[in-house]
RNA sequence: GGAUGGGUUCCCGAGCGGCCAAAGGGAGCGGACUGUAAAUCCGUUGUCAUAGACUUCGGUGGUUCGAAUCCACCCCCAUCCA
């Protein structure tokens, strides 16, 4: 394809929040933001039909570079006619690069400077993933946009050693943006910097001066408390270009979207939906519902009175769903799947009207009142 | 009527003198899950209770310092033979 312009429109920002409310234009089509992307780690949003995904407002979902490469191949992939016509889903698609990989199967894996030696936990196989190789992946899968190769440092992590890995992350990113060479397809730079404010400021600064198109935040959420992912964001934003979108990686549940958002954050994706609804957990306006559990037994309501998600307006109930979970039946994964994708897209779609209205304040206290960000 | 094998905590099923409130499954109950090694994982499941105590292994007796485990009789169940 031919040279895309990967505008991004920053359409306003709330008076109230600080919120930013934007359109970015892919070559598959064009995603409101603030956003989530729902994942398909494996080129598949688990539990749900990519028709289903679409019905429920799915702009844009993710992949994964490191699980695709093992399987079935990127070579597959690119043969197949790109991720989007593999995986038949023809908006936009966002492939992560595996970094998060290096770090949540650390065990497995040596980091060198040069990259990131891997031991598969899938078929033994050692495998050496470059910046410039996960290039090669990324843009074999076609995604619209790619994410650098990075490295996410554990929390907690010593000062050294998160500067160390944020150091080496910058250093990826560069050799990732000089090796990448599709026009059609957007690389986001991630910030990295652990849970420092310091780091966190140099690795924003160092990445706009790159100039990619947009970015990642990366290395939050993974086991730091809240209070301090939300200083993070506080203290990195200002350095962040504000003209590009801002996407911060594997956040969230409702309470770290509307948070997110508040705080400037653009894109969001998440497992947390889907996984928990593989579990039993339903996502509601006021918490969240352990579906297999005893008090459901006898409660034939849906899972969400007034939710629009094929679940609820269709009759299944809370006592039918437990009873599906209990049996371990997959519908019970499908209807809880396509009822808390659902609540976070809508979620998303009400934070994005509140912003257009300057009360996203307002909204999220409410949200807080009712117990919907539980 | 005879032979053999069995009857264990909600279910299945180990245990075969003390380390047994009794392995392991299942089922039940509860919890966790945030760039997916996840339709996964963890806890709990006799009673009262903090410790600890008390009642359990078909029934009744017995042997023993001590029995789910050994003995006797009885009651059930399964298969086979009459």
Redesign the pocket.
């Known amino acids: 394809m031919d040279r895309f312009d990967f505008k991004f429109e920053l359409l306003h920002i709330c008076a109230q929040s600080g919120a930013r409310l934007g359109r970015l234009h892919t070559p598959h089509g064009i995603i409101d933001t603030p956003c989530y992307m729902?994942?398909?780690?494996?080129a598949t949003?688990?539990?749900i039909l990519p028709r289903d995904l679409k019905k429920i407002g799915a702009s844009i979902i993710?992949s994964?570079t490191y699980?695709l490469f093992e399987r079935p191949g990127h070579a597959l992939v690119k043969e197949a006619g790109g991720l989007h016509q593999f995986m038949n889903w023809d908006r936009p698609i966002l492939t992560?690069?595996g970094?998060?990989?290096v770090?949540?199967?650390a065990?497995?894996n040596k980091i060198k400077e040069d990259g990131v030696e891997f031991r598969s936990?899938?078929s033994g196989q050692k495998y050496f993933f470059t910046p410039e190789f996960v290039m090669e992946i990324e843009e074999a899968l076609g995604a619209d946009i790619a994410?650098v190769f990075?490295e996410?440092a554990p929390y907690p992590s010593e000062y050294a050693y998160a500067k160390a890995a944020m150091e080496r992350t910058h250093r990826w990113a560069k050799r990732c943006k000089e090796s990448h060479t599709r026009a059609d397809q957007a690389l986001f730079g991630?910030v990295?910097g652990g849970t420092f404010r310091d780091l966190r400021v140099e690795s924003a600064k160092y990445l706009a001066e790159l100039d990619f198109p947009g970015y990642?935040i990366?290395?939050l959420?993974?086991g730091e408390p809240?209070p301090i992912m939300y200083e993070m964001l506080e203290e990195l934003m200002p350095f962040m270009p504000a003209t590009k979108p801002r996407y911060l990686?594997?956040?969230?549940?409702p309470?770290?979207l509307v948070e997110g958002v508040i705080r400037g954050v653009d894109m969001f994706?998440?497992?947390?939906q889907?996984?928990?609804a593989?579990?039993?957990?339903a996502l509601t306006g006021n918490g969240k519902h352990?579906l297999?559990?005893?008090?459901y037994?006898h409660d034939f309501s849906p899972i969400e009175e007034g939710c629009d998600c094929y679940a609820c307006k269709n009759g299944f109930t809370r006592a039918y769903i437990r009873h599906l979970v209990?049996c371990?039946e997959?519908l019970a994964?499908q209807l809880i799947t396509v009822h808390n994708l659902r609540f976070s897209l809508r979620l998303m779609e009400q934070v994005r009207a509140a912003i257009a209205e300057d009360r996203l304040l307002d909204l999220r206290d409410e949200w807080k009142a009712k117990g919907a960000l539980d």
């Open positions: 729902p994942v398909g780690t494996q949003v688990k539990a993710l994964n699980h992560d690069s970094g998060f990989q770090f949540s199967l065990a497995s936990l899938l994410m990075d996410c991630i990295q990642g990366g290395g959420s993974v809240k990686m594997g956040v969230g549940s309470d770290c994706d998440c497992v947390l889907t996984r928990i593989r579990n039993g957990l352990m297999r559990n005893a008090a037994e209990k371990k997959i994964a």
